[in-house]
């Protein structure tokens, strides 16, 4: 990868000018948000949260500019996080929910939300695209350039719509998660069956992703009953742990926010992708074998417990 001496020029300066306008990183629900006002100086500097009713996506969009808030894409990811009950803002009527608020500086403040890892990603992207453009690379690499401009492709579709469409942390996470496998991939000069496999597994998810992504919507509801596979019976209090099915592993590293009820069920938003699930008691030990889940859509899940 080639990168000129004006280009680190610019690059530099518009760090600069970015780190002058914009505050603090600071956290609202799951993500990681800073503000950039629309003079770049008297920052916003005091955040919190109010319950309001919303009419329709433009009144949303109205009660954000009235509580200090630019409406746009980081700003309407922060609104899907911290209201899981909202499907779509599109089609949004009279509905009560939080919104962020921000007062101080030029209001409205525009939210920057996990800038960080948007920006690894389409760094990732940038790695592989600059394979699937360089000859030179073909003859380093195990994976054909066809498969490489294929990767490239996905990920672009899916960073190119960052500052238009609304997106989870979750999802960023794992779009993060293959880019980097698929960049240290690719560069690679000899790769196992194995690992020709996982790249194919991971172009999938991308597309899979992007297709989702673009569809502006949250990422679809899970919703899970944990039941005695005996008796039928419904089991309270249970951590529903999962994990995407491309990183593998038995730990219970994310869980359901709730434990299920007394019903025996909880719901949780995931990004679609393949997951293993399985349910686990209150000292992290699994209660059923791990379940492969395929997310494309809301999806009702039902786990059953051996041994109770």
């Given amino acids: 990868m080639k990168i000129s001496c004006n280009s680190i020029i610019v690059l530099f300066f518009a760090a ?14 799951d993500r990681e948000v800073t503000t950039v006002s629309a003079g770049q100086a008297n920052l916003a500097d005091s955040w919190s949260t109010v319950s309001v009713t919303v009419k329709s996506e433009k009144d949303l969009r109205k009660k954000l500019e009235i509580n200090g808030v630019h409406p746009d894409a980081d700003s309407l990811s922060v609104i ?30 525009k939210l920057v939300v996990d800038q960080a890892m948007k920006q ?19 003859k380093l690499s195990d994976i054909s350039p066809g498969t490489a401009t294929a990767a490239a492709a996905s990920i672009q579709s899916i960073t190119s719509s960052f500052d238009t469409l609304p997106v989870s942390r979750e999802f960023l996470e794992q779009t993060q998660s293959d880019t980097t496998k698929l960049a240290t991939l690719i560069q690679q000069n000899q790769l196992s069956a194995v690992d020709h496999s996982l790249v194919t597994e991971i172009l ?24 005695d596979s005996r008796s039928g019976k419904q089991i309270a209090l249970l951590t529903i742990c999962y994990v995407q099915a491309l990183d593998g592993g038995t730990a219970c590293a994310n869980s359901f926010e709730r434990p299920t009820s007394d019903a025996g069920t909880t719901d949780h938003r995931l990004p679609v992708a393949r997951y293993y699930m399985w349910a686990a008691d209150a000292t992290g030990q699994s ?19 051996v041994g109770r």
């Fill in 16 to 29: 600069l000018i970015f780190a002058a306008g914009s505050s603090a990183a600071q956290t609202i629900g």
């Fill in 80 to 109: 899907y996080s911290i209201n899981p009950q909202i499907e779509s803002t599109d089609n949004i009527k009279n509905a009560t929910i939080v919104i962020p608020t921000v007062s101080g500086g030029n209001a409205p403040a």
């Fill in 120 to 138: 690894s990603i389409r760094s990732m992207g940038v790695n592989v695209k600059n394979v699937a453009n360089d000859p030179e690379s073909w």
């Fill in 204 to 227: 999938a998810d991308l597309s899979t992703k992007s297709d989702w992504y673009k569809k502006n919507q949250s990422d679809p509801l899970v919703h899970v009953k944990a039941l």
């Fill in 287 to 305: 209660l059923c074998p791990a379940k492969p889940v395929d997310v494309l859509a809301d999806v009702d899940v039902t786990l059953l417990l």
